[in-house]
């Protein structure tokens, strides 16, 4: 199983901050796919990045893709109490003529009004 | 569309029992899956399928068994409870395999919570 790290781990900021979350392997990815889970309801898929340094923004969301595609960020603009959650990155590798998805273990983030 | 729908929503157990956890989705996916969410331990794979009458297994199979008789229904079935399998747990599904090397949008379930005592 291949390894994948999301930092921080806990991010409690007040309304209007801004933010970055990160999630890193040292395999490469095929691609990596960002989820928003809110408490008591399954993940949602917010974006998926495929080519090494892609930037795709989703409203006050931008996501980056790193050149190597051994990491990925988030960052989210004057944060609102609505964007609290636990955002998974989930991570597509190829190896030994199999794929495998794996899931980091979430950065839960506040936003305080 | 109801996309995918889980029950029951809560689940408490007494170590032994065995029960069966439903989950149906009404999009016409081929890929469906079930993970566990443990806190500090992100979803974990426990089995798939890739389409009706083959599954498969995933990271943490042990003590779980599944079967996909039709397209629409995917249930997990805990053959004798242990406390180690109090968990969440989520299926999910999508149009096709990861192991296509395509990473296809997953839709999940709202997840069961499981408590066994």
């Known amino acids: 199983t291949q390894l994948l790290e999301q930092s921080p781990q806990f991010l409690s900021i007040q309304e209007g901050e801004n933010l970055t979350v990160y999630c890193n392997s040292s395999?490469?990815?095929?691609?990596l796919q960002w989820y928003r889970q809110e408490p008591g309801e399954g993940p949602v898929l917010l974006v998926t990045?495929?080519?090494?340094?892609e930037v795709k923004k989703l409203k006050r969301l931008t996501f980056q893709f790193g050149d190597a595609r051994k990491d990925s960020s988030l960052h989210i603009t004057a944060a609102q109490t609505g964007d609290t959650g636990l955002y998974l990155c989930?991570?597509?590798?190829?190896?030994?003529?199999?794929?495998?998805?794996?899931f980091g273990k979430g950065t839960k983030l506040s936003v305080i009004p | 569309n109801a996309g995918v729908t889980q029950t029951p929503k809560f689940q408490v157990l007494k170590t032994g029992q065995s029960m069966t956890l439903q989950c149906a989705q009404d999009?016409?996916?081929?890929?469906m899956s079930w993970y566990r969410q443990d806190p500090g331990m992100g979803l974990r794979l426990i089995h798939y399928?890739?389409?009706?009458?083959?599954?498969d297994q995933g990271e943490v199979p042990n003590g779980y068994n599944v079967s996909r008789s039709t397209t629409e229904d995917f249930p997990l079935r805990l053959l004798s409870a242990a406390p180690s399998q109090t968990s969440v747990y989520f299926c999910?599904?999508?149009?096709?395999?990861?192991?296509?090397?395509?990473?296809?949008?997953?839709?999940f379930g709202p997840g069961t919570r499981l408590t066994v005592t």
């Open positions: 999910a599904s999508s149009y096709g395999p990861v192991t296509s090397g395509f990473i296809y949008e997953q839709y």
């Open positions: 395999s490469v990815f095929s691609s």
């Open positions: 990045v495929v080519t090494g340094g």
């Open positions: 989930a991570g597509l590798y190829s190896g030994a003529g199999s794929y495998q998805l794996t």
């Open positions: 999009m016409n996916h081929e890929y």
């Open positions: 399928s890739v389409g009706a009458g083959i599954t």
